[in-house]
C-alpha cells in the first residue's frame, strides 16, 4: 500500500518546458509543453490526492486563457527551482520597416488593440499633448476652455458628452473618430477615456460617443489619444485600423523591434468551487481584463508571482473571492486598475470569508482607471498585510464591509491624480460599513493628492491619512504612524462609534485631526438618509449584529436637538506633533463637540507653535486655544510636550526612554514588522523600490485660467 502511493505520488509531478513536447509524458526527461496538457494529464490520474506541475523557465504565449476548475482542486502550478516561467497573454508583432523619420510600421491583422508593449514596458497611443516623462503626473495635459467655475453645484441641462478646447489646441485631425478623449470630468476624483464622435472646428467643441461621469467644465485636464498625426514622440505608437497598419516610434533606436499586443482578456482563471490550487513563481503579463483570477474558490493562493503590464481601464492585477485565499509575496505593478481585488463572506451573519492580501510589493496602480488603488477590498472577515504600497493615482486601500484588519503596512507616495481622498479609505453610505474593521501598526506617508486650487492645478491638495467618509462607522485605529498629509492625518466624515487610540499623527500641513459632520436639514443628510435607513433596517434584528458597536442607535436617532450628529467617536493616548507654523490640532465643522471624547493626548507644535483648533458651526467659524480647550472638558489629562522622537527628520518615531507618552499609557508601535518581510514566498529579496514620485515630485502649478 505504501509503495502504491508513493507511486501515484511520482506520477502527479509533471512539467512543462518551453522545448517540451504534449506528446511526451510529461516526466523531468520529456516535459510537456503547454500547461493545459499538464492540467489534462492531472486530471486523468490524480484521483483525490492532488499533484504539483513545475513550469521550466522561459516565454509561454497562451492562445487562451488557462482555465482550472473543482476537478483541478489541490494542484500546485509553480517555477521549478529558481527558474523564471513568464505567461505571456499577448503575441509578438514584427515585420516592420521604415516608414518616416524615426518611425516604423508593420501590417496587422486581427482585433484591434489598445496597448503595446516594448521590452517589458508599456508604450504611450500617439497624443495631444505629448506624455511628459519628467513630469508624469503634473504634465502633459491640454485643458478646457471657458471661465472657471466651481464644481459645485450641477447645472440643468449640462451636457456630459462635449468638450470646449482652446483655440490654441486645434490640431489638423483627419481620422478623429479613432481618437478617444482622457479626461478627469469636473470633480477630480476618476477619469474617462471616451471615443470622438465628431469635431465642430468652428466652436471648437468636441462630441464624444457616450457620457462622460459628469460634465467636462472649463478648466478640466485632458489628453487625446490613438491620432495619426501625433505621433511625434519616441515611444508612441498608432494603429490605423482601417489601413489594418501600426506605426511605432521605438523609444531607442531599433530597426527590427518586436512588439506585443493583447490577444486575452485574463491570462489564468480558476473558477467557482476550486480548492487548494497554487499559483507560484510566474511572471505574469500583457492581457487586457484581469490578470489572475480566482472566483468563488476555497484556500487558494497566489504566491511569489510579479504580476505586471496587466489590465485596461477595467483590469486588475489579481482578483479573488470566496474564502481562505491567499494573495501572498507578489511583485504587482503597472496595472491598468486596482492591483489586487478582494471579497468574500457573508454580511447577514458577519461569517468572515478569512482572505488575505499579504507581504506584496505594488506601485504603479491605476494606469488607465485614475480610481484604481492598490488594494480594493470588500465583503466581511478579509486581511490585508505588511504590503509595500507606492505610485497609486488614489488612495493604497479602498475598503467597504466588515470586520476586515488592515495591519503592518506600508503606504507612500499615494493619491498622485486624484483629490478627496487618503492612504486608506472607507465610506458607510449604508450606516453599516465598514464597522467591526481594524486598521492597526500601519506606516501611512506624504499623502500628497491633487487639484486645482485658485486657477492652478497643485499638490498637495485635499489628501488625508485616514478617511472615514460618508458615515463610515464602528472602525478601531491604533498603533498607525502617520505622517505628512496636507489636510490632515485623520479625517473622519460624519463618523461615528470610531476609537483612534495610541497613533503617531505628525506633519498635518493645515490640521492633524479633521471631522467633519453632517446636519439636518442639511445636502448629505437628506441625500443618504435613506440609504442609511435602508442599510441599518437590513441587519439590525439579526442576531449577528446586535453587539456590533453603534448598532443600537437607530439612524433616524442620530441627529440632535440641535441636528447635529456625529457622536460616540474617541481620541485617546494619540501622539499628534505639528510641524508646520500655521498648523491646527484639530478643525470640526459641524461637529457636537460634547458627543465625542478627546483625552489623555500628548500634543505638541514645534517652534512653540500655538496649539488651536478651528471649530465651525455651518458658517460661523471660531478658534479655541488649548486652554479654552481643556476647560471645555476636553483633552483634560493630555499634556503638551515633546514625545522625544528618536528622529522626526528620518521618520524613525520610536520613542526615547523618559518620553512622556509612556506615563499616559502609551504603548510601543512594532515598526520592526511593518512592511514586506523576508519570506521564501517573496517574489523579489531585498525589494528594490521603483523608482516614482519621491524621485520625480509632482509639478502640478500650471495657470489654466486668469
Known amino acids: ?103 516604423l510600421k508593420a501590417p496587422f491583422t486581427g482585433n484591434p488593440f489598445r496597448q503595446l508593449y516594448y521590452k517589458g514596458k508599456r508604450q504611450h497611443v500617439a497624443r495631444y499633448p505629448n506624455f511628459d516623462p519628467q513630469n508624469p503626473y503634473g ?59 465628431s469635431v465642430d472646428r468652428d466652436k471648437r467643441i468636441i462630441n464624444l460617443t457616450t457620457n462622460a461621469s459628469y460634465a467636462i467644465r472649463p478648466g478640466d485636464r485632458y489628453f487625446v489619444q490613438n491620432l495619426l498625426e501625433e505621433l511625434d514622440a519616441p515611444g508612441e505608437w498608432y494603429l490605423d485600423r482601417e489601413a489594418g497598419t501600426l506605426y511605432f516610434w521605438p523609444p531607442e533606436e531599433d530597426p527590427s523591434p518586436t512588439v506585443y499586443r493583447p490577444v486575452l482578456k485574463t ?23 484581469t490578470a489572475v483570477v480566482f472566483e468563488e474558490t476555497s484556500e487558494c493562493l497566489v504566491a511569489g508571482n510579479t504580476i505586471r503590464n496587466a489590465g485596461d481601464y477595467k483590469g486588475d492585477g489579481v482578483s479573488v473571492s470566496g474564502k481562505k485565499n491567499g494573495v501572498v509575496g507578489n511583485d504587482i505593478y503597472e496595472i491598468g486598475s486596482s492591483a489586487v481585488s478582494l471579497s468574500g463572506g457573508d454580511r447577514p451573519t ?59 503596512n506600508h503606504i507612500r507616495h499615494v493619491n498622485l491624480e486624484t483629490a478627496d481622498t487618503g492612504a486608506i479609505y472607507a465610506g458607510g453610505r449604508d450606516f453599516i460599513s465598514p464597522r467591526g474593521t481594524v486598521i492597526r501598526f500601519n506606516f501611512f506617508h506624504d499623502v500628497l493628492g491633487y487639484g486645482r486650487e485658485h486657477g492652478k492645478w497643485v499638490s498637495p491638495h485635499f489628501a488625508w491619512g485616514i478617511y472615514l467618509d460618508d458615515n463610515a ?29 495610541n ?70 493616548r494619540n501622539i499628534m506633533v505639528a510641524r508646520d507654523p500655521q498648523a491646527r490640532l484639530y478643525r470640526f465643522r459641524d461637529v457636537p463637540i460634547d458627543h465625542n471624547k478627546f483625552d489623555h493626548n500628548l500634543v505638541f507644535h514645534e517652534g512653540g507653535g500655538s496649539l488651536s483648533m478651528e471649530i465651525r458651526r455651518e458658517k460661523v467659524v471660531a478658534r479655541q486655544e488649548w486652554a479654552e480647550w481643556q476647560a471645555r472638558g476636553q483633552d483634560k489629562h493630555s499634556v503638551v510636550a515633546d514625545p522625544m522622537f528618536v528622529d522626526i527628520d528620518k521618520d524613525d518615531f520610536r520613542l526615547r526612554p523618559g518620553s512622556p507618552a509612556f506615563k499616559l499609557g502609551w504603548k510601543p508601535i512594532p515598526v520592526e514588522k511593518i512592511g514586506p518581510q523576508k519570506d521564501p514566498l517573496r517574489a523579489s529579496w531585498p525589494i528594490v523600490e521603483a523608482e516614482g514620485a519621491r524621485e520625480k515630485p509632482l509639478n502640478a502649478a500650471e495657470v489654466v485660467s486668469q
Request: aromatic share 10%; hydrophobic share 40%.
Open 1 to 103: 500500500m505504501m509503495l502504491h502511493a508513493l507511486l501515484v505520488s511520482v506520477a502527479l509531478n509533471l512539467y512543462v518546458a518551453p522545448d517540451g513536447n504534449d506528446a511526451g509524458s510529461g516526466k523531468k526527461a520529456a516535459p510537456f509543453a503547454t500547461l493545459e496538457r499538464a492540467r489534462d494529464e492531472i486530471r486523468k490520474g490524480k484521483g483525490k490526492s492532488g499533484g504539483t506541475v513545475f513550469v521550466r523557465g522561459g516565454t509561454y504565449f497562451l492562445p487562451r486563457t488557462f482555465t482550472l476548475g473543482p476537478e483541478d482542486s489541490g494542484v500546485t502550478y509553480r517555477a521549478f527551482g529558481k527558474e523564471k516561467p513568464v505567461l505571456v497573454g499577448g503575441q509578438p508583432i514584427t515585420g516592420f520597416v521604415p516608414h518616416e523619420g524615426g518611425i
Open 139 to 197: 504634465g502633459g495635459w491640454a485643458y478646457a476652455d471657458g471661465k472657471l467655475i466651481p464644481a459645485d453645484p450641477d447645472i440643468k441641462g449640462e451636457s456630459r458628452k462635449t468638450l470646449h478646447y482652446k483655440a490654441a489646441d486645434e490640431r489638423p485631425w483627419r481620422k478623429f473618430q479613432e481618437a478617444e478623449v482622457f479626461v478627469f470630468a469636473r470633480y477630480n476624483w476618476w477619469n474617462n477615456i471616451v471615443p470622438i464622435v
Open 267 to 289: 491570462i489564468v482563471e480558476v473558477a467557482k468551487g476550486t480548492s487548494k490550487v497554487t499559483l507560484r513563481g510566474f511572471t505574469i503579463e500583457v492581457c487586457d481584463g
Open 350 to 408: 458577519l461569517t468572515a470569508a478569512g482572505n488575505y492580501v499579504d507581504n506584496n510589493y505594488i506601485h504603479h496602480t491605476g494606469v488607465f482607471f485614475k480610481q484604481g488603488v492598490g488594494v480594493k477590498m470588500e465583503g466581511v472577515g478579509n486581511r490585508v498585510s505588511r504590503n509595500l504600497i507606492h505610485d497609486a493615482p488614489r488612495m493604497g486601500i479602498h475598503l467597504s464591509g466588515n470586520n476586515h484588519v488592515v495591519e503592518y
Open 473 to 501: 462607522s464602528g472602525v478601531d485605529i491604533f498603533g498607525n504612524i502617520l505622517a505628512r498629509a496636507v489636510r490632515g492625518l485623520v479625517h473622519l466624515h460624519n463618523g461615528r462609534d470610531n476609537i483612534v487610540e
Open 503 to 572: 497613533n503617531v499623527l505628525v506633519g498635518g500641513k493645515l490640521q492633524q485631526v479633521e471631522l467633519n459632520g453632517w446636519i439636518n436639514p442639511g445636502q448629505y443628510w437628506e441625500w443618504t438618509r435613506d440609504k442609511l435607513v435602508k442599510g441599518y433596517e437590513s441587519v439590525a434584528g439579526l442576531p449577528a449584529w446586535r453587539h456590533v458597536r453603534g448598532m443600537n442607535v437607530h439612524p433616524l436617532a442620530c441627529v440632535l436637538p440641535d441636528g447635529m450628529m456625529q457622536a460616540g467617536n474617541v481620541f485617546r
